[in-house]
């Protein structure tokens, strides 16, 4: 960032001769793109915890956001960001928190007086400014993926309920995508279901799967493989025309495993097993 | 998602994690339902697409996806082209062999991709990348 410690010191001083009407106009600057979102109030503490550690960290020494002498900055900025990542902000109204000083310096700082120590100061506050704005942009954006990646654990969590359909009888709706990462989950449930309620049969349902390919296909193998080498057998539902075509032609094989084409046939397979192997038992 | 399938206008899909794959099968859809294809059709080359996909990613180390809507005159189709600069096929007769795969799946992905699209054409070599272009027409 390359601030000398005595434009450092320059600056600090800047910021700080005129600290309540610099924040209370950069707190304005703030408040117009922002509509009415947060609260004054709230943008005001804001500002000034902001406007704190920058002068704090220029008081520090050789002003560099990399320094650790602007770790408490660092923090605030990272606080502020996120805070906005969560509320819902875009980037540049997470952004403009931090802009928006500069437009309280050219408010507040006497630029028509022609100093040309105080233009070359507004510079390289200017400067200083474009680096926050950066940082704060780069964690706005971190936070919205770190959000990103809780939201879609939460829908792998979501998406893959196994319900009990009868005495003995379990079923697993898949609806979406099928990956690896949810192929997964869906396995690791369906086994646990089973040794949980002791069914022997469980019913993989694939309506909701828009496309069967090769994957997909390998997955559900898998699962009823891995259901069988713990004594349930599995039925494969919901395969619709389409899909059904699609599977011939990809060349996919499902073997000896019963599929059908809707949840309702399938649960009927299974309870003439039920009922089958009761009889055989009961002769 | 745009829907917007004017003819001859290329849409690029970068190919460079599993998301990717997705958003593929997404866009090919899309396209696919907006040229009017049949349920089967659009099945097919989601299919397809999707196959190609994850070829792409898994043994070009990625790459890119273009799907274009042409029309032969007589019916549009839908073009994808998948192209990347990895290792390229060795031997192409036995890539496209059912059942045989060197990275773990069925090994039905490149020969069933062949079989659910009506133009299947590959151009590939050791160490020059793999182009394949399918070409799915509206019936």
Known sequence: MGLTAAEGERIAAL???QADKLTASWTDAVAAPLRGRLTRAELQRQVQDLHRAIVEALRAGAFDLTDERSADL???LVELSRGRARQGFTAS???VTVFGLKQALFDVVDVRGGDAQVLADLLAVGQVIDDLGLFTFETYAKAREGLIADQAEQLLELATPVVKLWEGVVAIPLV???DSARAQVVME???ETLVETGSPYAIIDITGVPAVDTQVAQHILKTVVAARLMGAECIISGIRPQIAQTIVALGIEFGDIATKATLADAL?????LIEATRKARSN | MTTDVGLGEPQLVTIAADEDVVRVRQLVRTVAVAAKLSLVDQTKLVTAASELARNTLVYGGGGGAEVTVVDSGRRKGIRIVFADDGPGIADLDLALTDGYTTGGG???GLSGAR??????DIDTAAGRGTRITVTKWAR
Do not use: S
Request: hydrophobic share 45%; net charge positive; glycine share 6%.
């Open chain 1, 15 to 17: 910021l700080d001769t």
């Open chain 2, 106 to 108: 069925l090994g039905l």
């Open chain 1, 189 to 191: 449930r369906l086994l």
């Open chain 2, 115 to 120: 079989r659910l699209v009506d133009e299947f």
């Open chain 1, 268 to 272: 009927r397979h299974a309870l003439r």
């Open chain 1, 93 to 95: 109204e997470t952004a």
């Open chain 1, 74 to 76: 660092r923090a605030t």
């Open chain 1, 176 to 178: 979406g995508t099928l």
